[in-house]
């Protein structure tokens, strides 16, 4: 009884009548059978796994190759890729198992790859280099491979490449073998596809990262109670920003004044002009919406404005030169006539008159004012001239004198008192002469202004020019100089903002300094202010002298 229950099950065992030896062979096929189908069921399962964990495609053939010449006899598995109607060889391993180099693009003519991509069947091919011309041929022969199988990748119905396995042994494979390499062929197509896809998203999400942080102006994300989100690597540069910061208190703006909240009752953009750390800023701020139409954040977008304003201030003040050149070429036309006239009499009349005689001194103070009235009109056309500014060597002297032979009297007949300390020995500087006169005119005007506010009993315009060597470079200095009511602390960072003024309303534009400093960093120098509330204030105009 016993013997046939264990003669039954070896027949349910095996499916056949079988002695002790057939018994323990079959056995031991089934095994192999077990585990060749245990090492396909994780060679198909490592390929999903793959593409989560990031893997590469070179590490993703190592490891297919790796597991797969556990079970079958091959030496080399290479990956082409099919794109723009290029088949491209992407992936050889083992390393040194290459014949055309990575990145080698396949010719169609002769091609065996070619083939199959065609075809889009599987292609078993046992090499005969004398019956066959394929160009796949010498790359085998050299290898040293018998047998290949070539398996399209196909992805939505799409062909994205070709999978080759070559072994240097002539390979049999049963239906089962081919039923496992398309499934394997088949999930390896899908991770390819996916990671391409990913990488895409990937591309586009790094460029529009890369886009947004080198944007060179400010661009920050903030929702609707002022949090930042986001924000690109000027508005970091210009703000210093740190995690867990507010916008409202960046931009010292009360919650309520916010363009955010103007955003959220207007549903549209907003436009400000604003000034940010003593700059001069325009503020956009961008509603951002989601599906159900409601906002849920803004985009605020701050362009530095402070140059554009300074040369758009510079236009206009060269607008009103130009203006007042043209006036002065007309009052030169009209009073030049009866100038001539006076001076001359003046001069044959003097001639006749003894200087003893009272109408003397008359004609005299005639004669000076005529002169005066000459000279007036020379440098009001001189400074106020509109041709293209050339650069040449010129004076600061020169300028100065241009300049108080325009204003000088003015100044003193409101009691003020102009010291001059010029340096006769000073450098020449490489620049425009009437350009240098304009700072000065601004500067004396300030000056003149300053003094007009105060009771000073004594009031001082001192303007001086010299000669200093810093860091091995000669400069030429000019400092304007007042007694006046000078300037505060807080207006102190401002003065060269465009626009800004503590003059009363109509007395003046705020653009005199601003244009004055563009005029000055042109000609390679720049603009220093000492000042004090209460004890006047000295501006130096600094430029680089005439090597």
Same mark, same amino acid.
């Given at each position: 009884m016993q013997i046939n $229950?264990?003669?039954?099950?070896?027949?349910?065992?095996?499916?056949?009548?079988?002695?002790?030896?057939?018994?323990?062979?079959?056995?031991?096929?089934?095994?192999?059978?077990?585990?060749?189908?245990?090492?396909?069921?994780?060679?198909?399962?490592?390929?999903?796994?793959?593409?989560?964990?990031?893997?590469?495609?070179?590490?993703?053939?190592?490891?297919?190759?790796?597991?797969?010449?556990?079970?079958?006899?091959? *030496?080399?598995?290479?990956?082409?890729?099919?794109?723009?109607? +290029?088949?491209v060889l992407t992936n050889v391993?083992?390393?040194?198992?290459?014949?055309?180099?990575?990145?080698?693009?396949?010719?169609?003519?002769?091609?065996?790859?070619?083939?199959?991509?065609?075809?889009?069947?599987?292609?078993?091919?046992?090499?005969?280099?004398? +019956?066959?011309?394929?160009?796949?041929?010498?790359?085998? $022969?050299?290898l040293g491979i018998h047998s290949v199988l070539l398996i399209p990748l196909i992805s939505k119905g799409k062909v994205i490449g070709v999978l080759s396995m070559g072994s240097k042994e002539t390979v049999q494979y049963d239906e089962s073998d081919l039923s496992f390499f398309q499934q394997l062929c088949d999930q390896l197509a899908v991770c390819i596809e996916n990671a391409r896809?990913?990488? $895409?998203?990937?591309?586009? +999400?790094?460029e529009w990262e890369e886009t947004f942080r080198a944007v060179s102006e400010m661009i920050l994300v903030v929702d609707l109670q002022g949090n930042i989100l986001r924000y690109n690597d000027a508005a970091k540069e210009f703000f210093q920003l740190s995690d867990s910061e507010n916008v409202h208190q960046l931009l010292s703006m009360d919650i309520n004044e916010s363009p955010i909240m103007e955003n959220l009752q207007t549903k549209k953009p907003v436009h400000r002009q604003i000034h940010i750390q003593q700059r001069v800023c325009e503020l956009h701020s961008y509603p951002v919406f989601n599906e159900s139409q409601n906002m849920y954040a803004a985009i605020i977008y701050i362009n530095d404005i402070t140059e554009k304003c300074r040369i758009e201030a510079q236009l206009l003040q060269s607008g009103k030169l130009a203006a007042i050149g043209?006036?002065?070429?007309?009052?030169?036309?009209?009073?030049?006539?009866?100038?001539?006239?006076?001076?001359?009499?003046?001069?044959?009349?003097?001639?006749?008159?003894?200087?003893?005689?009272?109408?003397?001194?008359?004609?005299?103070?005639?004669?000076?004012?005529?002169?005066?009235?000459?000279?007036?009109?020379?440098?009001?056309l001189t400074f106020s001239r509109q041709d293209e500014y050339v650069f040449e060597d010129c004076s600061v002297n020169e300028a100065v004198e241009q300049v108080l032979g325009l204003v000088g009297d003015q100044i003193k007949k409101q009691n003020i008192m102009i010291q001059k300390k010029l340096d006769d020995s000073i450098e020449f500087i490489e620049g425009n002469v009437q350009q240098i006169g304009q700072i000065i005119l601004n500067l004396l005007i300030n000056a003149k202004d300053a003094l007009e506010d105060t009771n000073i009993p004594k009031k001082v315009i001192t303007i001086e020019t010299r000669s200093v060597l810093e860091n091995e470079k000669h400069w030429v200095l000019l400092s304007v100089k007042d007694n006046?009511?000078?300037?505060?602390?807080?207006?102190?960072? *401002?003065?060269?903002?465009?626009?800004?003024?503590?003059?009363?309303?109509?007395?003046?534009?705020?653009?005199?300094?601003?244009?004055s400093l563009g005029i000055a960093e042109a000609h390679g120098g720049t603009i220093e202010v000492i000042s004090e509330l209460g004890k006047g204030s000295q501006f130096i105009l600094k430029l680089p002298a005439k090597q």
């Open positions: $229950e264990r003669q039954q099950m070896i027949n349910l065992l095996t499916g056949v009548q079988s002695s002790k030896k057939s018994y323990y062979t079959e056995l031991k096929k089934m095994v192999v059978e077990l585990k060749k189908k245990n090492m396909q069921l994780e060679i198909v399962n490592d390929v999903t796994k793959s593409f989560n964990i990031d893997m590469s495609m070179d590490e993703m053939l190592k490891n297919i190759f790796d597991k797969l010449k556990e079970i079958f006899p091959l *030496e080399r598995i290479s990956l082409s890729l099919y794109e723009n109607e +290029k088949l391993y083992p390393t040194n198992a290459f014949y055309f180099p990575i990145g080698f693009v396949l010719p169609k003519e002769n091609s065996l790859y070619w083939r199959v991509i065609q075809s889009l069947e599987k292609i078993f091919y046992q090499v005969q280099a004398k +019956k066959d011309d394929y160009i796949e041929n010498k790359v085998y $022969e050299a896809l990913y990488n $895409e998203v990937l591309t586009s +999400k790094k043209e006036m002065a070429a007309g009052i030169a036309h009209e009073l030049n006539n009866p100038l001539t006239a006076i001076l001359g009499n003046a001069q044959l009349l003097l001639r006749s008159v003894p200087k003893d005689d009272r109408s003397y001194k008359l004609l005299s103070d005639i004669h000076l004012c005529g002169k005066r009235c000459k000279t007036i009109i020379q440098n009001l006046g009511k000078g300037i505060s602390e807080q207006h102190l960072q *401002e003065i060269f903002n465009p626009f800004f003024t503590t003059k009363r309303p109509g007395k003046g534009t705020g653009l005199g300094l601003s244009v």
